[in-house]
């Protein structure tokens, strides 16, 4: 990965890590460290997000992960002028987008976006990528995703607007 | 069913330099005193807010050691949903009268970062959303606005006729924050943005200061009621013909809703109607939770006033506004009267039912609709006042 996209470590007073044990989210926390991006898959192969007790699809109660293609598009967004979190204060005016996941419609993640603030339109297709916040934790983030939508692999290289 | 027998409620301002228990204590005596009812014969509160308990109550109104109490669910939708709640308590026989109370320091004290931690679904807040900046109603509200916006063409110029509407009833109403303080369109439009496209005017004030509502049977509908309801029962009360809540779908997380226009409001209102016998267009007014400008295009959709998508178009049109064809939150609501929860609200509506409401009473007021919003889009809709004499007829204007 190339320099990070958003300036959130080495800040005083600190970023406000999420509990990483957390029996609900720590294979998701996992899956960032590697720069996987992980969804929940019940029993019947139902995809939901964000990780319930049960599948909200048909109530199975057996849960597994499963890695999603990290491309997507803007559903919608705010750009978050002033916040009472003192970590994000330096940041604003900051972007924070709902991305819907292009091969998996319905299922949409919560984002901190590195976008133009006044070049947002629904439908931009984003991309996910996973700032290295601390040695324990990797946050995913969403950049522009120029690339034609295909299933070869490829790297994740950041796009500018 | 219930009837309203009083209301009551502090000075709204942002340095109270009043506790907490006092200023609830404060707004319950005015309410007791309103409906004519001694604390002593009162059998039931439920204290909102989220730092009012009922051992506030019973020290400060001095009730007995017995009173029956129960909470709704936190967030906004507390005030409208107590009604419904009070509504169970005494159908069932549990208290006779209930005094709901909402009390806070809102501004000078506990502000809404922190009061927002109270809401469920703590754990994809803390998970999810914080690590992203994204921590409060205006934020989590601004990403629907803009949605709507993107879907249906709802402008900023629409969000502004919504303020401008609030705080021109606020001229109007003494007790309002903003009154005395007019707000014209250029200064909405230079007001500093909080998270786009909400700007400092598209949201609620911040409010010390208390609001209470006394509730007692209905004449005849319970005979086996407690006494406490006889005793407050009084030529004044105001009919709740009825009262509806409800959650939207995915109700502790907005993003992976399917339907992000759907809310608890959608569920509500049409039981809400049902229930009362009357449709949308027999309301003489509208008291809708407007946390945010947006919200109340967004739930005068939602319960049924326009179609969805015309919300925007029937605000710009002046309807909502002193002489329009659905007046909307007469005393200035949350964004210019004060944020009492939407207490006020129902405060308000029974004001203009009783013909009490002084500069701003309507001509016609005699069934008001009022809404609850909260945590995340959970519902409720009130309907207060005498049903039409005739049947009702839906799409016909009264």
């Known amino acids: ?161 | 069913m219930i009837s309203i027998q009083g209301v009551g409620e502090t000075a709204y301002s942002r340095r109270s330099g009043r506790s907490v228990p006092d200023l609830g204590a404060q707004a319950g005596r005015a309410a007791l005193a309103d409906a004519g009812l001694a604390a002593e014969q009162l059998d039931g509160v439920i204290p909102l807010g989220g730092a009012l308990f009922t051992e506030d109550l019973i020290a400060g109104l001095g009730l007995s050691s017995r009173v029956f109490d129960a909470s709704p669910a936190p967030g906004g939708n507390a005030a409208v949903s107590a009604l419904r709640l009070a509504d169970s308590m005494i159908d069932s026989g549990s208290a006779g009268s209930v005094l709901i109370v909402l009390a806070r320091n809102g501004y000078s004290g506990q502000r809404i970062d922190s009061r927002a931690r109270l809401l469920p679904g703590q754990q994809f807040r803390t998970q999810l959303e914080h690590p992203h900046g994204w921590s409060v109603p205006a934020q989590w509200y601004a990403m629907i606005c803009r949605r709507h916006m993107a879907e249906y063409g709802t402008t900023k110029a629409q969000l502004a006729a919504v303020a401008l509407s609030a705080y021109q009833y606020a001229q109007a109403n003494p007790r309002a924050m903003r009154h005395g303080r007019p707000l014209t369109r250029r200064q909405y439009d230079e007001a500093d943005m909080i998270a786009d496209p909400y700007q400092r005017y598209d949201c609620c004030l911040e409010t010390d200061g208390a609001a209470a509502v006394l509730v007692t049977a209905r004449p005849g509908s319970r005979p086996g009621a407690r006494p406490g309801a006889a005793a407050g029962e009084r030529r004044r009360g105001v009919p709740v013909l009825a009262v509806e809540t409800a959650r939207p779908p995915s109700p502790d997380d907005l993003t992976n809703r399917a339907d992000w226009h759907h809310i608890g409001l959608t569920d509500a209102a049409p039981a809400a109607y049902e229930r009362a016998g009357v449709a949308p267009s027999d309301l003489d007014a509208a008291m809708i939770y407007d946390c945010f400008t947006f919200e109340v295009i967004h739930q005068l959709e939602e319960a049924g006033f326009c179609p969805r998508g015309a919300g925007g178009p029937f605000a710009a049109s002046g309807a909502l506004a002193p002489g329009g064809a659905l007046p909307v939150n007469t005393h200035g609501g949350l964004l210019a009267e004060g944020h009492l929860g939407g207490l006020n609200h129902v405060i308000e509506a029974v004001r203009q039912l009783r013909g009490e409401a002084g500069d701003r009473q309507l001509a016609r007021a005699a069934l008001i609709g009022v809404t609850g919003w909260g945590d995340w889009g959970d519902g409720s809709m009130a309907i207060l006042g005498q049903p039409p004499a005739r049947p009702p007829a839906r799409g016909v204007s009264a």
Not at chain 1, 13 to 39: K, M, S, T, Y
Not at chain 1, 52 to 81: E, K, N
Request: proline share 15%; net charge negative.
């Open chain 1, 1 to 161: 990965m190339s320099d990070p996209p958003f300036p959130v470590t080495d800040r005083d007073p600190p970023f406000p890590v999420p509990d990483l044990a957390d029996p609900d989210f720590a294979p998701f926390w996992q899956g960032c460290r590697q720069e996987r991006l992980l969804v929940r898959r019940c029993g019947r192969g139902h995809l939901s997000w964000p990780p319930r007790p049960a599948c909200p699809r048909c109530q199975d109660l057996s849960q597994d992960w499963q890695q999603v293609d990290g491309a997507g598009w803007l559903y919608s967004w705010t750009v978050v002028h002033r916040t009472p979190l003192p970590a994000f204060q330096p940041l604003t005016p900051y972007v924070v987008g709902v991305v819907e996941l292009t091969a998996h419609p319905g299922l949409r993640f919560l984002g901190r976006c590195q976008c133009d603030p006044r070049q947002l339109r629904i439908g931009t297709p984003l991309r996910v990528t996973f700032e290295h916040v601390t040695a324990e934790f990797s946050l995913p983030l969403w950049q522009y995703d120029n690339e034609p939508q295909d299933n070869e692999p490829r790297d994740n290289e950041p796009r500018g607007a």
